[in-house]
């Protein structure tokens, strides 16, 4: 990958865009899997993302498990349906800018300790959380 390009004259302001230019929908194929070869078969993975793209990511992978959590950050007259569209894609969904305690508890969880009892009793995603641990 060729990196940034940027002018020291100019205040070290960005004058050019490495190739190749990294968007959502090509995140996948920056993937190193000759530097990471677990990534591309290993068992699990947790994606966190803010686009349906970012779930791209993993598509391609032959991965046994894969718990997505998506960000949904939408403006509201396009919610209903940006909502609908996340949870046929995500495991959990994560709506105006909540933030990373899924995650948290998520990993905590897989790698052993105990998730912390107030997030069980005041979180009701956290049922699915436990769902999702178990299967």
Aim: proline share 4%.
């Amino acid at each position: 990958m060729t990196p940034e390009v940027y002018d020291i004259e100019k205040g070290n302001m960005l004058v050019d865009f490495g190739e190749p230019t990294v968007l959502s929908t090509n995140k996948h194929l920056c993937i190193n899997h000759e530097r990471y070869p677990e990534i591309q078969e290993g068992s699990n993975a947790i994606l966190i993302g803010d686009l349906i793209e970012d779930f791209l990511i993993v598509k391609n992978l032959k991965l046994k498990q894969v718990i997505g959590i998506g960000f949904l950050n939408t403006p509201a007259e396009h919610e209903a349906e940006a909502l609908a569209k996340f949870l046929e894609t995500y495991d959990i969904v994560i709506a105006h800018d909540g933030n990373l305690m899924h995650a948290v508890q998520l990993v905590k969880s897989i790698i052993g300790m105990e998730i912390d009892e107030n997030y069980v009793s005041n979180n009701p995603s956290a049922e699915l959380l436990a769902e999702i641990l178990s299967s």
